[in-house]
């Protein structure tokens, strides 16, 4: 049955709500979606890890949920907020309603709330803290809990949402996973790769589709956990590089961009999200965090080297300052149109690009989906990619 909850932000304001799924007492970031569609892709992408996220479109739940629309392995959310929640799904794929997917899952999700409130107050104010509660009622005791913690600054969430082990990825699932204690060998990673292009993908919180999609290009993938050495990944001998989307404060996560350093200049490497805020850090830029962040798939990018503009799918609170990348040798490919912050960086001189948004996005648009066929590319010739956009 809905219990009565109750949503307080570290500023004081208060929300009240109702329970469509779980009860208890969550703490986390609270931010804002503007997709109309993908509630179960956005429930387990493991960049929300540590984050409430509210649905600004109004109805949520019609089309259920199924096994083949997920990102990850798990629901990555802290707790799911919605305007109205529909408990009678109708698509012929679904196998549970979202209620069910949620409870099984043990991730609380509510409705009443007054969305369009909270997405304002947020956009005003900047994504701040909260506490949602079903057990404390009491607005005072919310709000200070609210207020209590770090927040999502200088938190490496990358270690929670990596893979613990090495493995293989095959078509659309998990292959064959590296027994514990065994080493990471030429011979695990790319036994079958055969003429296929090799590619160790660099797991920060990777998203399904991006496997889906390099797999898609003929790629042989090997997935490996966010800290393993440069000198483990060049001992693999692999044709590229990718550098995964991922959760929490990108200047937190300093053991990935000393690997990046390291592979720099030895191997093509392509990095999406926190993959690019990586490569940005390894170019000698630094990141700073957005007051509400980009999160939905209707944002205009424009590509610098050909003067279109992309309509993207994003999911990031942190940013690449353009301002501290001075070394000449790098140029800005990609800027968003709404507010001029960085989406795309490229090297002139070495095989090394990426971009802030998400190419791979599903349900979204695909108008990027021409990337992942510029890294086939980069990785075929050995040159920058700003030969390719020239």
């Known amino acids: 049955m809905a219990r009565k909850a109750l949503l307080a932000l570290e500023d004081g304001s208060l929300f009240p709500c109702r329970t469509f799924a779980g009860s208890g007492e969550v703490k986390a970031e609270v931010c804002f979606n503007t997709s109309m569609t993908g509630y179960q892709e956005v429930l387990t ?64 999700g509510v409705e009443a709330l007054d969305t369009r409130m909270l997405t304002k107050h947020l956009r005003t104010k900047g994504a701040m803290q909260a506490v949602l509660s079903t057990e404390d009622l009491d607005p005072e005791s919310l709000v200070k809990k609210a207020g209590q913690g770090p927040g999502m600054v200088g938190v490496d969430l990358v270690q929670e949402v990596s893979c613990a082990r090495p493995y293989i990825w095959e078509e659309n699932r998990i292959g064959e996973v590296l027994a514990p204690g065994e080493k990471l060998t030429r011979e695990f990673a790319f036994k079958d790769a055969g003429t296929k292009p090799k590619v160790v993908v660099i797991d920060c919180g990777v998203k399904f589709n991006i496997l889906r999609r390099l797999t898609h290009r003929d790629f042989h993938l090997v997935v490996v956990p966010a800290k393993t050495r440069a000198e483990e990944i060049l001992a693999l001998e692999p044709d590229g590089v990718f550098l995964s989307n991922g959760p929490g404060d990108p200047a937190a996560v300093t053991y990935v961009v000393e690997t990046v350093k390291q592979l720099m200049g030895k191997t ?59 070394d000449p040798d790098v140029m800005v490919s990609h800027l968003n149109l709404n507010d001029h912050t960085l989406e795309g960086l490229c090297h002139k001189e070495l095989p090394v690009f990426c971009v802030q948004y998400h190419p791979e996005a599903s349900p979204g648009p695909h108008d990027s989906d021409y990337l992942f066929d510029r890294f086939r590319k980069m990785m075929r010739t050995g040159k920058p990619p700003v030969v390719d956009a020239a």
């Open 45 to 108: 992408d493991p960049s929300y890890k540590g984050q409430m996220v509210t649905m600004t479109y109004p109805l949520i739940g019609n089309y259920g949920v199924n096994q083949e629309d997920v990102e990850s392995v798990a629901v990555q959310v802290s707790a799911f907020l919605v305007k109205e929640y529909c408990p009678l799904p109708s698509n012929f794929r679904a196998t549970a309603s979202l209620a069910q997917y949620l409870e099984e899952a043990g991730v609380m």
């Open 268 to 326: 093509p490497i392509f990095g999406i999200c926190l993959g690019h805020q990586m490569i940005g850090q390894a170019l000698g830029g630094s990141t700073f965090k957005l007051k509400f962040g980009h999160r939905g798939a209707n944002q205009p990018v424009k590509d610098l080297a050909t003067g279109k503009v992309e309509i993207t799918s994003q999911n990031h609170g942190f940013c690449v300052d353009a301002k501290t990348i001075t």
